[in-house]
């Protein structure tokens, strides 16, 4: 185990090495579209950022790695300097990821604020998208939580009980190793799904949750969601953010092979 932790770590160093500020793939994204031909991705640090349509405000405030923030937008109606804007939706973002080696996991937390500007209802689909890194052949746990923290009419006031506006999320490891189950509110509420299991036989992961928004003609919500992924109990194992492009540079290194090779030599086999 401590050899392969130390192939890992001398794999992390190389290609970080090599996966400079010039490189146009970001590792941790946010993607937003409402249907209607008005999308945007927001790239940690910006880097790589694209929109297409009536998209304004592409940018990510936060100058800190693994966090991305857009100007908040506040529970009073109105237009807000520099707000990040897909087609009629006003969206405030303060998205975190970290790992955590102790507990042999990361979570991505996103707290979201977004309003329908519109005369008519609208959708948004909001996803987060997040590359990690990890040792191979290992057994991992994957859950979701959705928060409401407040539907709003269009003048800005709490709607209380069951309304015609609608969060739901769901969270998939990729490619195609797990998915949760849906979580779907249409009033203030909370829950968080069990936790599905998969095998991860690759060093890349990316994990991604997807919040699909309803909104009627000048209405918004407030709400938090978070994805999380660990090891199984007593595995131990070191979780890792990908840098950005590190996974266009990886493609490159012969050493990617051997590690692989040498990986699937020091790890023990996982029972089934």
Known sequence: MFRSRFLMAAFV???????????????FTISASDGLGNSATIADNNIG???????????????????ITTPQILQTPGPVAGEFRVGAF????????????????????????????????????LTTSNVFILPLNVNMTLLQS??????????????FGATSDSVSSVATANPNLTTTPTLSFNSNGSGTTAPTSFTRTNLFFTVTQEFTITLQAGEGVDFQGSAFVNSIP???????????GLILAATGLPFLGLLRRRLRRAEPTVAA
């Open 13 to 27: 160093a190389a290609i970080a090495a090599l996966a400079g500020p010039a490189t146009s793939q970001a590792a």
């Open 234 to 244: 007593g595995d131990n194992l070191l979780i890792t953010p990908a840098p950005a």
């Open 146 to 159: 959705l928060a409401i923290n407040n539907f709003l009419d269009s003048n800005g006031n709490s709607l």
């Open 49 to 67: 950022n694209s929109s297409a349509g009536s998209v304004s405000g592409v940018s990510d405030t936060n100058a800190a790695l693994n966090g």
């Open 90 to 125: 006003q969206i405030g973002l303060d998205v975190t990821t970290n790992s955590n080696i102790t507990q042999s996991g990361f979570t991505t937390h996103t707290h979201t604020f977004v309003r329908n500007t519109d005369s008519v209802a609208r959708t948004l689909t």
